[in-house]
């Protein structure tokens, strides 16, 4: 059966400090993968996707960014953290087309500092 | 790309009444439309979804409609129970998985 992992649970992050959170999915191939982040009390917004290997679509300008060294691996990064890019953090990933379920990681809780 | 809007924000009812939520989306390719439910510090899952070759589907005490003219879809819960209390998201999905901004439901014992 598949399933996603992702790390780590909660991360508290002083500001201007990196940051590096990964995701993998076991059990399936050429997965779609996705990055949300979720504000306090606030919907699920779309901060990359990735189709395959190299593939990162970016849906909001700001200084995170997206990579996919392999083919179930997406992580998400910055180089200097916001007291703004605090949050909960999802990755998420569905098989095939686009438009089936998408099944999500537990989430990362990110506090800047 | 696509743009979801999800209303209410929130939403409070009793227990045993009705809960309806609506959403809309701006892309006419868009052809799934799942619906997820998020308990508190949980991850979101999967309660029910409908594509666009269907106006209704059915799971027991949820349904979900779609207006494909009118580019709108809504949820339904009848006879709520506490344990529906969450918040749910609608999502549309063409190239990419976009979700509304979420609704609180919290239903009152």
């Known amino acids: 059966s598949q399933t996603i992992h992702q790390w780590p649970a909660t991360l508290v992050q002083p500001v201007g400090s990196p940051l590096s959170l990964e995701c993998t999915v076991e059990g399936t191939s050429n997965p779609n993968l996705y990055w949300y982040r979720q504000a306090a009390g606030r919907g699920l917004q779309l901060l990359f996707y990735s189709v395959g290997i190299g593939q990162i679509s970016s849906e909001v300008p700001q200084n995170l960014s997206a990579s996919r060294p392999q083919d179930r691996q997406f992580i998400l990064s910055s180089k200097k953290l916001l007291l703004s890019d605090s949050g909960f953090y999802l990755c998420?990933?569905?098989?095939?087309?686009?438009?089936?379920?998408?099944?999500f990681g537990q989430g990362t809780r990110l506090t800047v500092v | 790309g696509e743009n979801v809007e999800q209303h209410p924000s929130t939403l409070s009812v009793q227990e045993g009444d009705s809960a309806v939520i609506k959403c809309t989306y701006s892309?006419?390719?868009?052809?799934?439309f799942p619906w997820y439910k998020q308990e508190l510090g949980k991850r979101p899952q999967l309660i029910i979804d409908?594509?666009?070759?269907?106006g209704e589907k059915k799971d027991q005490r949820i349904a979900v409609t779609l207006n494909k003219t009118a580019k709108h879809f809504s949820l339904h819960i009848t006879e709520t129970q506490p344990e529906d209390s969450a918040v749910y998201f609608c999502?549309?999905?063409?190239?990419?998985?976009?979700f509304g901004a979420g609704t609180r439901l919290t239903v009152k014992p």
């Open positions: 999502a549309a999905s063409s190239n990419d998985m976009r």
């Open positions: 892309d006419s390719a868009s052809n799934y």
């Open positions: 409908i594509r666009s070759n269907v």
């Open positions: 998420a990933w569905n098989i095939g087309q686009v438009n089936t379920e998408a099944f």
